[in-house]
């Protein structure tokens, strides 16, 4: 069966040093979701993204976090200096757009000490 | 503003009877409304869903109810197993795709 594949599982990293996680989604999916989940909280849309396209990204604190999807396949969520309070668990997404069920990958969890 | 909510952070049953998980919103925008279900170290798996045009869904042990006039929808399990137990998460789509999750509510299922 078909999965999302994240990489790092797990990320321990210092105050203002630069993170970065992958997504790999399902195959002919076109449309990706970054999705971070506080302790105790539900996921929360980052950034979307249909092909290689931005959709929504309303939510992604852009001084700090960046996104792309060059080639509309796989994609990378950066963290630019991380602060303390990005410690969470960041999750990935995929669906086929046409319908409402999304994929979720294993996710990774971010500590920033 | 949190749109989405579970107000029951917690909830334990016995094994065989019945879990209901609860969720309350306040956008009268959603179209379709889901459940996730979660384990740890793992991402959020799709249960269930349910269209704002309907008032129940059900699929094996699991039903959705939902009543759009009170702003409320539940998921009932039934009966539950010790695999259930888990993080269960209600969220709601404006129309755009755009999932709105919940708190969550974690379930154990005594034996």
């Known amino acids: 069966e078909a999965e999302v594949a994240q990489s790092p599982r797990y990320k321990i990293t210092e105050k203002s040093q630069a993170v970065a996680f992958w997504c790999d989604p399902i195959?002919?999916?076109?449309?990706l979701y970054w999705y971070r989940q506080i302790l105790g909280q539900g996921p929360e849309l980052l950034v979307q993204f249909q092909d290689e396209s931005v959709v929504d990204d309303s939510q992604l604190p852009k001084d700090r976090f960046s996104a792309e999807r060059l080639k509309g396949v796989d994609s990378t969520l950066k963290i630019q200096p991380a602060e303390l309070g990005d410690s969470a668990m960041y999750l990935c997404?995929?669906?086929?757009?046409?319908?409402?069920?999304?994929?979720f990958g294993p996710g990774t969890r971010l500590t920033v000490t | 503003d949190q749109q989405v909510k579970q107000n029951s952070p917690s909830l334990s049953v016995q094994e065989g009877r019945i879990s209901i998980l609860n969720c309350d919103y306040t956008n009268s925008m959603f179209d379709y409304f889901l459940w996730y279900k979660k384990y740890p170290a793992e991402g959020p798996t799709f249960l269930i869903s349910?269209?704002?045009?309907?008032d129940k869904n059900e699929d094996g042990r699991f039903t959705v109810f939902l009543n759009k006039s009170a702003k409320h929808l539940s998921l009932h399990i039934v009966p539950s197993q010790p695999g259930d137990s888990a993080v269960y998460f209600c969220a709601a789509i404006p129309g755009a795709q755009k999932l709105v999750f919940g708190q969550g509510t974690r379930l154990t299922i005594n034996p």
């Open positions: 997404a995929s669906s086929t757009g046409r319908g409402l069920e999304q994929y």
């Open positions: 195959s002919g999916h076109a449309t």
């Open positions: 349910i269209s704002s045009i309907k």
